[in-house]
Antibody, heavy 118, light 106 residues
Framework: EVQLVESGGGLVQPGGSLRLSCTTS????????MSWLRQAPGQGLEWVAN????????SVMDSVEGRFTISRDNTKDSLYLQMISLRAEDTAVYYC???????????WGQGTMVTVSS | DIQMTQSPSTLSASVGDRVTITCRAS??????LAWYQQKPGKAPKLLIQ???SLESGVPSRFSGGGSGTEFTLTISSLQPDDFATYYC????????FGQGTKVEIK
């Protein structure tokens, strides 16, 4: 069974930092592209970042460029999202997902809530 | 960026109804469209990829169609478990979601 479990969310002040983690099992992580997506309260879904299987190719959405960094550790079957200079508009549930066939998200974690507020 | 527009935003229906949700892309995306179902407090679930290819385990009452700029998700006979929010997503360039369609009980 494929499982993805996010952690690391919480309440942070504007300008602060957080590091999200996603631990996975049930599939060959080292061969898989992975993505982070988010959903602001009461809003729709938004792709945030993705990374290729060996970590050599990364992309992030324009509004988080320079503030968010995606990374992975294939020895730990884990995905990460380092977030700095957080803003109120970054408040959302953050999901990790397996990214297949060039942008289809076929398995998702349960999400971790990030709240940016003073 | 390619914009995705779903209609309607909310759909009120009864068990057994046939319902159709439309998703329009601002430019052609061929068949590079997926549909997801999301229930409150839960992660989205992939239903359909490549516009019409049903994921394993998804009931056959769900079907997808279209290509280019106009797409549909149809539920042939709405079941109690189907009341949820549905999102389309293009993956032709970048990865953009529609704003969602909430299917609620009439």
């Amino acid at each position: 069974e494929v499982q993805l479990v996010e952690s690391g969310g919480g309440l942070v002040q504007p300008g602060g930092s957080l590091r999200l983690s996603c631990t996975t099992s049930g599939f060959t992580f080292k061969n898989s592209w992975m993505s982070w997506l988010r959903q602001a309260p009461g809003q729709g879904l938004e792709w945030v970042a993705n990374i290729n299987a060996d970590g050599s190719d990364k992309s992030v959405m324009d509004s988080v460029e320079g503030r968010f960094t995606i990374s992975r550790d294939n020895t730990k079957d884990s995905l990460y999202l380092q977030m700095i200079s957080l803003r109120a508009e970054d408040t959302a549930v953050y999901y990790c997902a397996r990214d297949v066939k060039g942008g289809i998200f076929d398995n998702w974690g349960q999400g971790t809530m990030v709240t940016v507020s003073s | 960026d390619i914009q995705m527009t779903q209609s309607p935003s909310t759909l009120s229906a009864s068990v057994g109804d046939r319902v159709t949700i439309t998703c329009r892309a601002s430019q052609s995306i061929s068949d590079r469209l997926a549909w997801y179902q999301q229930k409150p407090g839960k992660a989205p679930k992939l239903l359909i990829q490549r516009a019409s290819s049903l994921e394993s385990g998804v009931p056959s009452r769900f079907s997808g169609g279209g290509s280019g700029t106009e797409f549909t998700l149809t539920i042939s006979s709405l079941q109690p478990d189907d009341f949820a929010t549905y999102y389309c997503q293009q993956y032709n360039t970048y990865k953009m979601f529609g704003q969602g369609t909430k299917v609620e009980i009439k």
